[in-house]
């Protein structure tokens, strides 16, 4: 029996040893809450067939690379973000949460998710957010122990891109 458990273990660490570095980012069907006041985050997940969160996420699935998700949503998309990005490669980053945000405030609200398994300060991604022009836009993001907070304008559908380990 322990010969079966050691080759089980063996067979696992080899096949993590092998699985591409974006993998190991959980898959953005949710799992962050809000610890704002004025805010409400509803998970991809959650939000039903119709959302505008569900068509972000039906957008990006099948994408092979970030760059090809970006441009599925919308065209010349990853060029604004490479630009903001600088140095680091728009395809480090995958997507870690898409939903919809509701900010019964009046204004730009600070916006905090949290309960994110994997996330700490080091952690380096950006936030996409639809505007009211229809279009995407990119916004800066700072992490803590588990934890994303950016300012949105209004209520919206976001995506939480994070960086992954690049593989070696």
Same mark, same amino acid.
């Given at each position: 029996?322990?010969?079966?458990?050691s080759? *089980?273990a063996?067979?696992?660490l080899a096949?993590?040893? *092998?699985?591409?570095?974006?993998?190991? *980012?959980?898959?953005?069907?949710?799992?962050?809450?809000? #610890?704002?006041?004025?805010?409400?985050?509803?998970t991809q997940?959650? =939000?039903?067939?119709t959302?505008q969160?569900? #068509?972000?996420?039906e957008?990006?699935?099948?994408a #092979? @690379?970030?760059?090809? !998700?970006?441009?599925?949503?919308?065209l010349g998309? =990853?060029?604004?973000?490479?630009?903001?990005? !600088?140095?680091a490669?728009?395809?480090?980053?995958?997507?870690?949460e898409? !939903?919809?945000v509701?900010?019964s405030? #009046?204004?730009?609200?600070?916006v @905090?998710?949290?309960?994110?398994?994997g996330?700490t300060?080091?952690t380096?991604?950006?936030?996409?957010?639809?505007?009211?022009? !229809?279009l995407?836009?990119?916004?800066?993001v700072?992490?803590?122990?588990?934890?994303?907070?950016?300012?949105?304008?209004?209520s919206?559908?976001?995506?939480?891109y *994070?960086?992954?380990?690049?593989a070696?």
């Amino acid at each position: 029996m322990k010969k079966i458990l050691s080759a *089980v273990a063996a067979a696992a660490l080899a096949a993590s040893m *092998v699985m591409p570095a974006w993998a190991a *980012v959980a898959s953005p069907f949710g799992g962050a809450e809000t #610890e704002t006041p004025d805010v409400t985050y509803t998970t991809q997940g959650q =939000t039903g067939e119709t959302s505008q969160a569900t #068509e972000a996420f039906e957008t990006i699935q099948d994408a #092979e @690379t970030t760059q090809e !998700g970006l441009e599925a949503l919308e065209l010349g998309l =990853t060029a604004g973000v490479q630009a903001e990005l !600088g140095a680091a490669d728009v395809n480090e980053y995958r997507a870690r949460e898409i !939903g919809e945000v509701s900010i019964s405030a #009046e204004g730009a609200a600070p916006v @905090t998710l949290s309960n994110l398994s994997g996330v700490t300060a080091a952690t380096e991604g950006f936030v996409m957010y639809l505007g009211s022009d !229809g279009l995407w836009h990119y916004l800066p993001v700072t992490f803590g122990d588990r934890s994303a907070t950016f300012t949105l304008p209004y209520s919206t559908t976001i995506i939480l891109y *994070v960086r992954v380990a690049v593989a070696q």
